[in-house]
């Protein structure tokens, strides 16, 4: 019996690699490459050579859950919905829609985060919606959006990477984060060109690298502005691309200049020669990239710091240039299109903001509701979760897992308890799960179609390869039947394609258009990359470039409204692999500069807690860890959590590699053992936020938030390091 194929992506990062699903005769499945996908070119890291493991009925959830007397016991699926429906009732009818809250993840698919969202503020009428992705990129995306008026994670693809003169890759560890991806990289250097890297550890990415920077966690706003700086000072500024496609240089100009060199050696431990040296590379080749990740973002300054990184490339006229620009390595597998479609607080369906009256009465007209039913822009997610138990008194979580992943996580599990009633719809029975009031089984990539925004803003169709377990649902039937019992009998499809038409209608004529994608494009073309309106090729912007963004206002609001039932395409347009190369989404065309200070974080060491903690992620777990620490062969190559710290710290504290530590912050304490490394500086120790219980690193990081973009502070915060003495056993 000849074996049968389905091509599709892997569930985990943002680079979703192509991968081939082949059930076996003997049940379960395997996974192969993909050689025809250009992002992994048929490699895959262990994380997706290993994702089939997560579908065994032995590690995930198979049927509902509901707790009976403090415990979870199974349930049918009428019982669970009714009860799930019955308490989002009477919480709304006893203390209004705002003591909804509706909390969602990264790696749901387009549609169930449009659906999701949809939910939220048609059935439920609540402003409280956010998601996980707030943890991500927002950073990026709001210092993207005031610079250029618009945010696509990178506005070219992969493939320009190895083109390139020089790239700085700051704050990403893609070594271990996106594996596939460091091809790119050495193909840029076995072109001649050359890989900057600042990051505060000398880790597997930055080996590669023909210069590494290692500043302070923190001080990435001030390596900016100083790099700017000597830009400024060594005439290497462009000017003609200053006058003519740029504005509020002058402001940005001065900023920049009241950081030199020395200033910035003592805030970051760069020392200027190396300054200097980065600012040589990047400058003498034709073109170069900045490419920024959670590193620079992950801070209550953010915006500003990515800021910084985009005038470094407008300066040096590095933005919408062939092979050029600025870009972010997005994380989870949809944080790009998760954002797009509704799930974060203030926006709506095709990257439209929540308080423009336009954007309210396009997506009111395709949800066949009044726009002043719409509520209004709500917290965002640490806020949120902050909130629960208070003001927000009933939670629907999907796909996120905020007991190992939030700020001050412990203080965050403290209010999921306090709640009056929480449901979860979840792969796998989460830390967050095991909460839950109501518990939901639901589908996962290989079981169902849909589609994902990877980080180069490239739409992609995930395709159903095996059915699912008896007792699982899809998110989609999750929300039409809530819907239904609350009300609202029309509107929920449970077909991914029906949900994706009618997407694509309330995203037409906004900044992330879909309109002119289908199902069947992009199963033909290996993907398309956004704005892709429905529009005739040959119009402007047909040739790569800019594609036309027309305001609602101004005509297109109903462009690509077909029937769902119409599976004709409209006239292809080509999609947009390269933003900015005619003019900036801005309305004048040009991109802004933004005139920023360095200022310190909001937690700095002190006496009581004299060193720095930085978080981040490793090779073989992924983010929470709820899938992939259920996986065997993941779990043999990174069993648990970790304390780095340099070997001067190490022996200042008389500790051993393997000894346990306790890493303490105002906001609790982690105990985990030592990994003593010269890699990582002596002022600042490293643990890795995959794992729940005593080793929780997000017990210690801060909630300070970014102005901007909520962001919290993950990368920094002030602690101590103590050795745990062990007791023997007698």
């Known amino acids: 019996?000849?074996?049968?194929?389905?091509?599709?992506?892997?569930?985990?990062?943002?680079?979703?690699?192509?991968?081939?699903?082949?059930?076996?005769?003997?049940?379960?499945?395997?996974?192969t490459e993909r050689a025809d996908f250009p992002v992994n070119r048929g490699a895959l890291c262990?994380?997706?050579?290993?994702?089939?493991?997560?579908?065994?009925?032995?590690?995930?959830?198979?049927?509902?859950?509901?707790?009976?007397?403090?415990?979870?016991?199974?349930?049918?699926?009428?019982?669970?919905?009714?009860?799930?429906?019955?308490?989002?009732?009477?919480?709304?009818?006893?203390?209004?829609?705002?003591?909804?809250?509706?909390?969602?993840?990264?790696?749901?698919?387009?549609?169930?985060?449009?659906?999701?969202?949809?939910?939220?503020?048609?059935?439920?009428?609540?402003?409280?919606?956010?998601?996980?992705?707030?943890?991500?990129?927002?950073?990026?995306?709001?210092?993207?959006?005031?610079?250029?008026?618009?945010?696509?994670?990178?506005?070219?693809?992969?493939?320009?990477?190895?083109?390139?003169?020089?790239?700085?890759?700051?704050?990403?560890?893609?070594?271990?984060?996106?594996?596939?991806?460091?091809?790119?990289?050495?193909?840029?250097?076995?072109?001649?060109?050359?890989?900057?890297?600042?990051?505060?550890?000398?880790?597997?990415?930055?080996?590669?690298?023909?210069?590494?920077?290692?500043?302070?966690?923190?001080?990435?706003?001030?390596?900016?502005?100083?790099?700017?700086?000597?830009?400024?000072?060594?005439?290497?500024?462009?000017?003609?691309?200053?006058?003519?496609?740029?504005?509020?240089?002058?402001?940005?100009?001065?900023?920049?200049?009241?950081?030199?060199?020395?200033?910035?050696?003592?805030?970051?431990?760069?020392?200027?020669?190396?300054?200097?040296?980065a600012v040589r590379m990047f400058c003498e080749p034709e073109a170069a990239m900045v490419l920024t990740a959670r590193g620079p973002e992950q801070q209550s300054k953010g915006t500003d710091t990515v800021g910084a990184w985009i005038n470094l490339c407008l300066a040096t006229g590095r933005a919408g240039r062939p092979l050029s620009g600025y870009g972010c390595l997005t994380g989870q597998g949809n944080g790009q299109g998760g954002r797009e479609h509704g799930q974060k607080a203030d926006q709506l369906p095709g990257y439209r903001k929540l308080d423009d009256p336009a954007a309210r009465r396009h997506v009111a007209g395709v949800w066949g509701v009044d726009p002043d039913s719409l509520p209004g822009p709500g917290r965002s997610a640490y806020e949120l979760l902050d909130a629960l138990g208070t003001d927000v008194r009933t939670l629907l979580l999907m796909g996120s897992n905020p007991v190992v992943s939030a700020p001050?996580?412990?203080?965050?599990?403290?209010?999921?308890?306090?709640?009056?009633?929480?449901?979860?719809?979840?792969?796998?029975?989460?830390?967050?799960?095991?909460?839950?009031?109501?518990?939901?089984?639901?589908?996962?990539?290989?079981?169902?179609?849909?589609?994902?925004?990877?980080?180069?803003?490239?739409?992609?169709?995930?395709?159903?390869?095996?059915?699912?377990?008896?007792?699982?649902?899809?998110?989609?039937?999750?929300?039409?039947?809530?819907?239904?019992?609350?009300?609202?009998?029309?509107?929920?499809?449970?077909?991914?394609?029906?949900?994706?038409?009618?997407?694509?209608?309330?995203?037409?004529?906004?900044?992330?258009?879909?309109?002119?994608?289908?199902?069947?494009?992009?199963?033909?073309?290996?993907?398309?990359?956004w704005p892709c309106p429905e529009e005739p090729a040959g119009t402007p912007g047909a040739d790569g470039g800019d594609a036309p963004r027309v305001p609602p206002s101004e005509g297109r609001a109903h462009a690509g409204a077909a029937d769902a039932s119409d599976t004709s395409d409209p006239v292809r347009h080509p999609g947009t692999p390269r933003l900015f190369l005619d003019r900036f989404a801005t309305p004048d065309g040009r991109a802004r500069f933004v005139a920023v200070a360095h200022r310190a974080t909001a937690e700095e060491p002190d006496a009581e807690y004299p060193l720095l903690l930085t978080t981040g992620r490793v090779v073989s777990q992924y983010q929470s860890g709820a899938q992939t620490r259920r996986v065997a062969e993941l779990n043999a190559a990174a069993p648990g959590p970790f304390v780095e710290l340099h070997p001067r710290l190490a022996a200042r504290l008389g500790a051993a590699d393997g000894d346990p530590l306790a890493v303490v912050s105002r906001r609790g304490r982690a105990v985990a053992p030592a990994r003593i490394t010269d890699t990582i500086r002596p002022d600042t120790v490293f643990m890795p936020f995959h794992w729940p219980g005593e080793g929780r690193a997000n017990t210690l990081t801060?909630?300070?938030?970014?102005?901007?973009?909520?962001?919290?502070?993950?990368?920094?915060?002030?602690?101590?390091?103590?050795?745990?003495?062990?007791?023997?056993r007698s």
């Open 46 to 277: 262990g994380k997706g050579r290993t994702a089939a493991e997560v579908l065994s009925p032995a590690v995930r959830l198979t049927t509902p859950l509901v707790r009976e007397g403090g415990r979870l016991v199974p349930a049918d699926w009428p019982e669970a919905l009714d009860r799930i429906a019955g308490r989002l009732a009477a919480t709304r009818e006893r203390y209004g829609p705002d003591a909804l809250g509706v909390f969602g993840g990264g790696g749901l698919t387009n549609e169930k985060a449009y659906a999701l969202g949809k939910f939220a503020r048609v059935v439920l009428g609540t402003s409280q919606i956010d998601y996980n992705g707030r943890f991500c990129m927002s950073s990026a995306a709001a210092a993207g959006t005031k610079a250029f008026g618009l945010d696509r994670g990178l506005p070219f693809p992969l493939e320009d990477i190895p083109r390139t003169g020089c790239v700085i890759l700051v704050g990403s560890n893609l070594a271990e984060t996106m594996p596939p991806s460091l091809r790119f990289f050495t193909e840029l250097r076995e072109n001649g060109g050359t890989l900057i890297v600042v990051d505060p550890r000398r880790t597997r990415t930055a080996d590669q690298a023909d210069l590494h920077l290692a500043p302070r966690p923190g001080t990435d706003l001030a390596l900016a502005l100083g790099l700017l700086h000597l830009v400024v000072a060594e005439g290497r500024t462009d000017e003609e691309y200053i006058r003519e496609r740029t504005t509020g240089w002058e402001e940005a100009r001065a900023a920049a200049m009241a950081h030199w060199p020395e200033y910035v050696e003592r805030i970051t431990g760069v020392p200027v020669p190396r300054l200097r040296e």
């Open 408 to 529: 001050r996580a412990a203080h965050v599990e403290k209010r999921l308890r306090s709640l009056d009633f929480l449901a979860v719809a979840d792969v796998v029975l989460s830390e967050t799960a095991e909460l839950a009031d109501v518990v939901l089984p639901v589908t996962q990539w290989a079981e169902e179609t849909g589609t994902t925004t990877s980080l180069e803003g490239r739409v992609l169709l995930r395709r159903r390869a095996v059915a699912p377990p008896a007792g699982v649902r899809s998110d989609l039937y999750v929300l039409h039947e809530l819907a239904g019992r609350l009300g609202v009998e029309k509107g929920f499809s449970t077909d991914p394609e029906e949900v994706f038409a009618e997407l694509r209608r309330a995203s037409a004529g906004g900044p992330a258009d879909y309109s002119g994608i289908t199902y069947r494009r992009l199963a033909e073309e290996n993907g398309v990359f």
């Open 702 to 728: 801060n909630p300070a938030l970014d102005p901007t973009s909520r962001m919290p502070e993950f990368k920094s915060c002030a602690v101590r390091v103590e050795r745990v003495e062990v007791v023997p």
């Open 1 to 31: 019996m000849e074996k049968t194929s389905t091509p599709t992506h892997c569930p985990y990062c943002a680079l979703q690699c192509g991968m081939n699903i082949t059930p076996l005769p003997q049940g379960g499945v395997e996974v």
